[in-house]
């Protein structure tokens, strides 16, 4: 096989400039149009697509193998550019102004047949696609979403360097992290029954370096959680950790905004303007989640009701719930008996068990919230003829999560939510620890190295434990939580008593963290951080709601591999050489 010639040129570079330039090209078989005597092929790389056109200039060295290409051959094409004339200018191609005029065409490669077609609209199911991967991520908004993903990590990288951040890594093999999920572990060869954990995040490693007078760190890095999926997870995921000394909430805020401000600029030049501020519990308030979407209105209402007849809503009073209220504006018509029911079944998914509803007509109200009393309904603000009121009673948690996730998908119902639109917010002021409804146990909600408020320290291990802010902030997008961070406790003493407050010994506490710990007791900063989901900050850049298209290689919902064949049963001789053995065997 005679061996290639140098590429001059990609396939998405030839312009009207180019005229009368000799190019070579390489590339894969996009399209053919064989019309007899003419020949159109469209070879397509990551750079774009070229129409490469054979007619009776050319000559056979051009259409012997032209003749024999088909779909996703790899060519190499030897040929003239050429303008084209004005009715033939294709505005959907970069390069639909011109056309390479054969001289030499090359199969250097030929193909099975394909289990799908790359340049087709319609897109073969996500199992095919992920088994054969390679083949799917020709495709050029995979491709895209590829270079999306590089654009995002230089940038990021560009603008941490000019702050003064120094990227450093943190050990892959490990111990456990405590993020609150599940570990991966790795068994040990060298020391039989011992494992590692790959790390949930750096944190405690980052907290080190800060100790150790880093000052400033970052790290794109891969990260890994053993969670059950969703479309926006992945058990294996890169973060854009950070973490800095002498620093407040604010100052990490001002570096956060400002790297959103710089990635969305460079990456798809958007102008991100200022981020507002909102606290956990006024989210909950106004949007029944801690990570709410901010592109549209139907914000909740929480209303006094308790000396209400109803009796609905006066038994969840009394048991302890809460009453909220959403208004869906000019919706009357169009909004069914059926639609209506959806939306009470979609709830129930939430442990609510039913929603209220009202439609406001110029006749009055109708619907089950016309028999509440008057003086209560007018409580709901910025109601008008023509809206349709939905009311929602039970406890807190139930009703902020039913009308949370309804509010979102009316929104998506009735197409409320304005397209390419980006609204950031940080979210602040969480609880420190949240308690297991059966258990009764206290767990950090965030992790156990985030600093509680000042004011509200000496409320570790008292009943008051519930009532603890903590100095934790998230960065939200869309409804997604894409970034999230804490100042952390520095004084080993605090670390101790919160340690204590969520059950765990001294010897457990030592066992785990020992060594931040011992750490804290050695000059250690004060110091504060965040890390930021970087694979939903390519969604979001790619405008795409599926996190496996901005992931080269990704994982189903059920953490696997389909091309790869990840994870897979191993041989006996393996597991006996790392010390396991199967439970089934
Ligand atoms: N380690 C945290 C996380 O991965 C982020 C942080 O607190 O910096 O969610």
């Known amino acids: 096989m005679e061996s290639i010639s140098r590429r001059t040129h990609t396939c998405g570079q030839l312009r009207p400039d180019h005229a009368g330039a000799t190019v070579t090209l390489h590339g894969w078989v996009d399209s053919i149009r064989d019309k007899g005597g003419v020949m159109f092929l469209i070879l397509r790389d990551r750079y774009g697509m070229v129409q490469v056109t054979l007619d009776e200039r050319c000559g056979d060295g051009a259409w012997t193998d032209a003749k024999a290409a088909r779909l996703e051959y790899v060519l190499e094409v030897e040929g003239a550019v050429h303008k084209r004339a004005d009715s033939a200018i294709n505005s959907k191609m970069e390069t639909g102004s011109i056309e390479v005029l054969a001289e030499r065409v090359r199969i250097l490669s030929t193909t099975k047949p394909l289990p799908f077609t790359i340049n087709s609209d319609k897109i073969a199911s996500e199992e095919v696609r992920l088994n054969y991967r390679y083949l799917d991520l020709r495709r050029p908004p995979l491709q895209r979403a590829l270079m999306t993903r590089h654009k995002a990590a230089l940038s990021t990288r560009t603008y941490m360097d000019a702050h003064g951040f120094c990227e450093v890594e943190t050990p892959i093999l490990n111990r456990s992290t405590p993020e609150g999920a599940r570990d991966y572990l790795v068994p040990s060869r060298v020391h039989p029954g011992h494992w590692y954990a790959l790390p949930q995040s750096p944190q405690i490693f980052k907290q080190l370096l800060m100790v150790s007078g880093m000052d400033r760190y970052f790290q794109i890095v891969k990260c890994f959680r053993d969670e059950d999926l969703r479309a926006d997870r992945q058990p294996e995921f890169t973060q854009i950790d950070v973490e800095m000394s002498f620093c407040t909430r604010d ?57 209400t007849d109803f009796r609905v809503i006066a038994s969840a009073v009394e048991q302890g719930g809460i009453v909220k209220a959403m208004v869906v504006k000019d919706a009357v018509e169009g909004t069914s008996r059926k639609v209506i029911d959806g939306w009470t079944e979609f709830v129930k998914r939430y442990r609510l068990g039913g929603l209220l509803w009202g439609k406001v007509t110029a006749d009055g109200w109708t619907g089950p919230l016309s028999k509440v009393e008057e003086s209560y309904r007018e409580m709901i603000p910025d109601v008008e003829v023509g809206d349709v009121v939905l009311v929602a009673a039970g406890p807190a948690a139930h009703v902020h999560a039913g009308l949370g996730k309804l509010r979102e998908t009316i929104a ?76 952390r406790i520095f004084d080993s003493e605090v670390q101790a008593k919160v340690f204590s407050a969520l059950g765990l010994s001294d010897e457990e506490a030592q066992d785990k963290f020992g060594f931040l710990m011992d750490a804290l007791q050695y000059g250690a900063p004060p110091h504060g951080g965040l890390a930021m989901g970087f694979d939903r900050w390519c969604m979001l850049l790619c405008g795409t709601e599926n996190i496996r298209d901005v992931i080269a290689f990704p994982k189903t919902t059920t953490a696997q591999d389909l091309m790869a064949g990840a994870p897979n049963l191993v041989d006996s001789a393996q597991l006996e050489e790392l010390f396991v053995r199967n439970t089934n065997d």
């Open 251 to 307: 100052l990490i805020v001002e570096i956060a905004n400002g790297l959103v401000r710089q990635v969305w600029s460079d990456v798809i030049g958007v102008a991100v303007g200022d981020i507002p501020t909102i606290t956990y519990h006024e989210s909950m308030d106004r949007f029944g989640r801690d990570a709410p979407d901010m592109r549209f209105g139907m914000e909740h209402t929480t209303l006094d009701w308790s000396g």
């Open 412 to 487: 998506r119902q009735r197409d409320l939510i304005p397209a390419d639109a980006f609204a950031f917010v940080w979210v602040v002021d969480f609880p420190a620890f949240e308690q297991d409804e059966e258990t009764g146990h206290w767990t950090a909600m965030h992790h156990p190295f985030t600093k509680p408020l000042d004011e509200h320290i000496g409320w570790l291990g008292t009943d008051k434990m519930g009532d603890i802010l903590s100095d934790a902030y998230d960065l939200c997008c869309n409804g997604y939580e894409i970034g999230g961070g804490s100042i």
